[in-house]
Every structure is written in C-alpha cells, then in structure tokens.
C-alpha cells in the first residue's frame, strides 16, 4: 500500500484501470494506448490486476472486473467500471490536468 500511496501523491492525474484475467485485456490495452497517445506525458496511466493486488482492491472496494480510476494529489476524484470508449475517458482524464 506504501507504494500506491506515494503512486498517488502527483501533481499530475494518475489514470488506473483495475483489471481481472478474462477481461478482454487487448482492448483494454487499445483504448490506453489512444487515451496515452492524447494525454502524452501530463498523466500517467497504470494497469493493476486485480488478482494480483487483492488488498489493494479490498481496499478501494473494487468489485468489478474492470474499474477505471482518476487520482490526483492523493485524492481519488473519479471512479467508474465496465467499458469506457476511449474518447469518452481522454475527456475525463482532461478534467483533470
């Protein structure tokens, strides 16, 4: 958690998409890469498997297989799960830089 934490605590917005196997990861990864492509480098985006960071996702009560986060300074400032088109979430990510 120590180092999510310190993740989290940027001037800039942290993007993170929670993620499960059996998600359809190829375009999960598709519509980061579009949503990187725009935002460049005024935020950073992160994959997390939730599998893999059970407690983290306890935590944060991730319950869905794919939940997609905005942090910035430390503050979690949007939230929402399933599907987001990739337009659709670059506009959200702009929100916040």
Do not use: C
Not at 70 to 80: N, T
């Amino acid at each position: 958690m120590t180092k999510f934490g310190t993740l989290i605590k940027t001037e800039s917005p942290v993007l993170i998409n929670f993620y499960q196997n059996g998600s359809n990861l190829p375009k999960i990864v598709e519509v980061l890469k579009e949503v990187a492509s725009q935002i460049g480098s005024n935020a950073r985006i992160i994959k997390i498997d939730i599998a893999k960071n059970e407690l983290l996702a306890d935590a944060l009560k991730i319950k869905g297989n794919l939940t997609y986060v905005i942090y910035k300074d430390g503050v979690m400032k949007w939230r929402q799960s399933g599907e987001i088109p990739s337009e659709q979430l670059t506009e959200t990510l702009l929100q916040f830089i």
